[in-house]
């Protein structure tokens, strides 16, 4: 089985501090995703890599950037973090080799209150 | 754009009974649609992945069918259990925008009751 774990279920910060969250999958996924979900609005898509120390933006980019070094691990940074920056955080991974039909697995998610 | 609708945003049904999730999208340019289970507080679980070309995929008690001219896919559940409350998403990926951008439904809340 696929597993994607995130280092952290829940997380306080204060606004203004900068917020690493950490993403690693075991089934050695080219692609890696993260995305923010919020009650009314859904899952939406910050940014995505399918490959080492390749990255590409998706829907909602502001006030984030990622880092893969790694083709296990995918982090997800917020510079400075804000209120509005309060979510649950998901990270998923795929398979490239035919991945417009691989499923997408989820880590558990991280719940991330910023004050 | 492509616009991913559940309806109902909720259901309570009682235990045993076979019920239908519905799901329906804009662009019926897609690669495939796939149905995820949330429990509260949890990520999200693949159930289906249902291909274009494909008309229904099945799994235990589950059976997704997927009718991309008309937009809509259905996740059946027959004999409902407690066990299976949780939320239900579905998520289709569209062929345009590179083909990694899934698009997502808010989805329905189930509830099965004793």
């Known amino acids: 089985d696929v597993k994607v774990t995130q280092s952290s279920r829940y997380l306080v910060k204060r606004t203004g501090e900068k917020v690493f969250l950490e993403c690693v999958q075991d089934?050695?996924?080219?692609?890696m995703f993260w995305y923010r979900q919020d009650p009314g609005l859904g899952l939406r898509l910050i940014y995505f890599?399918?490959?080492?120390?390749?990255?590409e933006k998706g829907d909602i980019p502001e006030g984030y950037s990622v880092s893969r070094e790694k083709k296990e691990r995918f982090s997800l940074i917020l510079e400075s973090a804000s209120t509005n920056q309060t979510s649950m955080y998901l990270c998923?991974?795929?398979?490239?080799?035919?991945?417009?039909?691989?499923?997408?697995?989820f880590g558990n998610g991280t719940r991330l209150t910023v004050t | 754009k492509q616009e991913v609708t559940q309806i109902p945003a909720a259901l309570s049904v009682p235990e045993g009974e076979n019920l239908v999730l519905n799901c329906s999208f804009t662009?019926?340019?897609?690669?495939?649609l796939q149905w995820f289970r949330q429990d509260p507080g949890k990520g999200l679980t693949s159930l289906l992945l249902?291909?274009?070309?494909?008309r229904e995929q099945t799994s235990g008690r589950l059976n997704a069918s997927l009718d991309k001219s008309s937009g809509r896919s259905t996740l059946y559940i027959a004999a409902s259990q407690p066990g299976d409350s949780a939320t239900y998403l579905c998520?289709?990926?569209?062929?345009?925008?590179?083909?990694?951008?899934?698009?997502f439904g808010t989805g329905t809340q189930l509830k099965v009751e004793l």
């Open positions: 249902i291909q274009s070309s494909q």
């Open positions: 662009d019926s340019a897609i690669y495939n």
């Open positions: 998520a289709v990926r569209p062929v345009t925008g590179g083909g990694n951008k899934l698009t």
């Open positions: 890599s399918y490959d080492v120390k390749m990255k």
């Open positions: 089934m050695d996924h080219e692609n």
């Open positions: 998923a991974s795929s398979l490239l080799e035919g991945s417009y039909n691989s499923p997408l697995h």
